[in-house]
């Protein structure tokens, strides 16, 4: 809960000025045809400091993509707050950039235009962004490939497009929903090294919404772990894995020790992924 995460003191707690996102008591009910009420999320309370990593797992159906909709303002909360840099945050707002579970690329548009899109729809002056977008190209290995088009590029490829997109607007919360999902087990150990590599590069407060428990622990500075529906915060867990990170890092006594204690929170019954 916040009051016990913004305490001064106990483990993965951050002092209260460094606060970038706080989340005070959110809930989130929806209501059904038939006039019933299904309860997504209940009290969640997160405090998120300046460039932050923080991962979010938890079972299917917990509520996780629809905390981050929520923050994205693509869904409503039922009640609650949300502030951002001290400000209410009741919309969607230019601090964000989102990552989709798919890269959800225009087919007919080439990378860079691909890339261009949020500053076109924002309305900024696209010659002031350009220099913006050809470096995160080029940060992220794409710098050859701007004029190409979607199908000429890999899974991971595409989804390195649609981080630059996030990117390219210069917000200062990165929200990510499951990103990798779809990639096999390489490429995504690939694409974690290189999301770590942009975040230290970009410096962004970022959230990403995971099922893979080694994942998360991988990337995150704090593992928030949710409950079955409906979502509370079971425990926030504080990783001490020294950066940079490392493949090596997989198979170090630590690593395993908070990828055990995750699992214990969910039980046995295999609702989470490896």
Not at 52 to 61: M, Y
């Amino acid at each position: 809960m916040l009051e016990e995460a913004a305490a001064p003191g106990p483990a993965g707690a951050i002092p209260p000025a460094e606060h970038l996102l706080t989340i005070d008591r959110l809930c989130k009910t929806y209501q059904t045809r038939d006039g019933g009420r299904i309860e997504a999320l209940r009290d969640i309370n997160l405090a998120i400091g300046t460039e932050e990593f923080v991962a979010v797992v938890g079972p299917s159906g917990c509520g996780k993509s629809t905390l981050l909709k929520i923050l994205a303002g693509i869904e409503r909360r039922t009640s609650g707050s949300i502030r951002l840099a001290g400000r209410p945050l009741d919309g969607p707002t230019r601090e964000l950039g989102i990552v989709f579970q798919t890269p959800v690329l225009l087919a007919w548009r080439t990378v860079l235009n691909n890339l261009m899109l949020p500053v076109e729809v924002q309305h900024r002056d696209r010659a002031s962004h350009l220099a913006k977008a050809q470096a995160l190209l080029a940060l992220t290995g794409l710098d050859g490939f701007a004029d190409r088009y979607p199908f000429e590029l890999s899974g991971g490829m595409q989804q390195r497009v649609s981080i630059c997109r996030a990117l390219v607007h210069d917000p200062s919360f990165l929200l990510m929903d499951e990103p990798f999902g779809a990639l096999d087990a390489m490429t995504r150990e690939t694409m974690n090294l290189e999301l770590l590599r942009i975040w230290k590069e970009s410096r962004k407060t970022a959230i990403l919404v995971t099922h893979s428990i080694p994942e998360a622990v991988f990337l995150a500075d704090r593992v928030v772990a949710m409950s079955p529906r409906p979502g509370r915060i079971a425990e926030i867990i504080p990783i001490d894995l020294p950066r940079p990170r490392t493949l090596a890092m997989f198979t170090s006594e630590a690593f395993g020790r908070h990828v055990g204690h995750i699992r214990e929170l969910f039980g046995t019954s295999g609702r989470l992924d490896g």
